[in-house]
Nanobody, 115 residues
Framework: QVQLVESGGALAQPGGSLRLSCAAS????????VGWYRQAPGKERALVAR???????TYVDSVKGRFTISRDNAKKMVYLQMNSLKPEDTAVYYC?????????WGKGTLVTVSS
């Protein structure tokens, strides 16, 4: 059974940084599309960043220049470096991995940006 486990969520101050990690297991990771989504209170889950197996990346406009998605295929890890955090970045962040046969979700990690 595929498992995705996120970590790194925390309380951060506006302007601060956090790094989220996602550990994948039981999945052919190197060919997978990976991504981070977030769900803010009262809102639907939405894409934050995505990286294809070729390395091409997509970011939602609101995080461009502040967030960076990366991956380590050997370790089966996905990362989201978040800089210049804003209160509107507060959400539960979910890791998503799709090896081409269907997507899998982690349980999420909470990021709260507040002074």
């Amino acid at each position: 059974q595929v498992q995705l486990v996120e970590s790194g969520g925390a309380l951060a101050q506006p302007g601060g940084s956090l790094r989220l990690s996602c550990a994948a297991s039981r999945i052919i990771f190197s060919i997978a599309t990976v991504g981070w989504y977030r769900q803010a209170p009262g809102k639907e889950r939405a894409l934050v960043a995505r990286q294809g197996r070729s390395g091409s990346t997509t970011y939602v406009d609101s995080v461009k220049g502040r967030f960076t998605i990366s991956r380590d295929n050997a370790k089966k890890m996905v990362y989201l470096q978040m800089n210049s955090l804003k209160p509107e970045d507060t959400a539960v962040y979910y890791c998503y991995v799709d090896p081409g046969t269907g997507g899998y979700w982690g349980k999420g990690t909470l990021v709260t940006v507040s002074s």
